[in-house]
């Protein structure tokens, strides 16, 4: 089992950074995919980036492509969101979550089996 603890969201105006990290306890964490999603007020839960168990493979939805960049670090059990060139419509709960297996990238919801309890991201404009 993982248990995923999430930290580091907050309130930033447009063009802010910030960096999410999600700590994991487990002996799973260095084995798995990871990934980071965000759910807005009335919205579906929405895929924002993945990365593979070594960290040596990840891929970020289109709507955060090259502002957004997914880590991980697992000497520390820890996987990271660096957030850059904020936008209003970024706001929302973000969840990290792991999936059982290690060597894909999973995009779906439906692909973790362990969640966080989210941390809420508030970008003002």
């Known amino acids: 089992q993982i248990q995923l603890v999430e930290s580091g969201g907050g309130l930033v105006q447009a063009g802010g950074s910030l960096r999410l990290s999600c700590a994991a306890s487990g002996r799973t964490f260095s084995t798995s995919a990871m990934g980071w999603f965000r759910q807005a007020p009335g919205k579906e839960r929405e895929f924002v980036a993945t990365i593979m168990w070594s960290g040596g493979s990840k891929s970020h939805s289109d709507s955060v492509k090259g502002r957004f960049t997914i880590s991980r670090d697992n000497f520390k059990n820890t996987l990271y969101l660096h957030m850059n060139s904020l936008k209003p419509e970024d706001t929302a709960v973000y969840y990290c979550?792991?999936?059982?297996?290690?060597?894909?990238?999973?995009?779906?919801?439906?692909?973790?089996?362990?969640w966080g309890q989210g941390t809420q991201v508030t970008v003002s404009s």
């Open positions: 979550a792991a999936a059982i297996q290690g060597g894909f990238l999973p995009n779906r919801v439906t692909q973790y089996t362990y």
